[in-house]
């Protein structure tokens, strides 16, 4: 039988032992707390940022951006973890919570829309989204990027996401503050 709260504990303290050893003082939230499983903050300067963590044993992670939400503040990030229980090696993707929305929405709804695809067979909403790994692969160990506020941060999702992004059967989510202006990636 699969444990998920094993397979969340795993990402979870993995991420905080990451970000201990990069100078940052993290705690982990109680279950129940929305949109953050961990404060941190930076031992330098007293910057503070809260991290939600979704961790899987798959080949992707289960997205369901109305749950997830827009960033509220310039300080909020996502840790996407995979495990791999059979050699137990662990990857972590560091990406702003905006970014996970704008990745997630255009992946799915490329796959949902793509016109290529035999009609009928392609129906689940955008709160089914499986994403995989390539889609965050720019953000694999950029801890680096915890320093700076997510605004600033490169948007390192693929190329073809940015093409995508502008057509009419794609786009972005509402709210999204991208929709005023796409930056270049």
């Known amino acids: 039988m699969k444990d998920n709260k094993q397979t969340k504990s795993i990402g979870e303290f993995w991420v905080c032992a990451e970000l ?8 982990l939230t109680r279950d129940g707390v929305a949109r953050t499983d961990i404060l941190a903050i930076n031992a330098e300067d007293s910057q503070q940022i809260s991290i939600q963590v979704k961790t899987t044993t798959a080949g992707n992670w289960p997205l369901n951006i109305r749950r997830i939400g827009l960033a509220q ?6 840790v996407l973890v995979k495990v791999d229980k059979a050699t137990h090696g662990i990857r972590g993707f560091v990406v702003p919570r905006n970014h996970v929305i ?5 992946g799915h709804q490329s796959w949902l829309t793509d016109p290529e695809a035999k009609s009928g067979k392609r129906n689940t909403d955008i709160s089914g989204a499986r994403i995989d ?3 965050f692969a720019g953000y694999e160990d950029r801890w680096d990027l915890l ?8 948007v390192l999702l693929p190329h073809w996401q940015h093409d995508n992004a502008m057509l009419e059967r794609v786009g972005l989510p509402e709210g999204h503050p991208w929709q005023q202006y796409l930056p270049n990636w």
């Open 133 to 135: 790994i390539p889609t």
């Open 20 to 27: 201990a050893m990069r100078g940052w003082d993290p705690a």
């Open 147 to 154: 320093k700076e506020p997510t605004s600033s941060a490169p």
């Open 102 to 106: 704008a990745g997630t929405w255009i």
């Open 73 to 78: 503040q310039n300080s909020e990030w996502f």
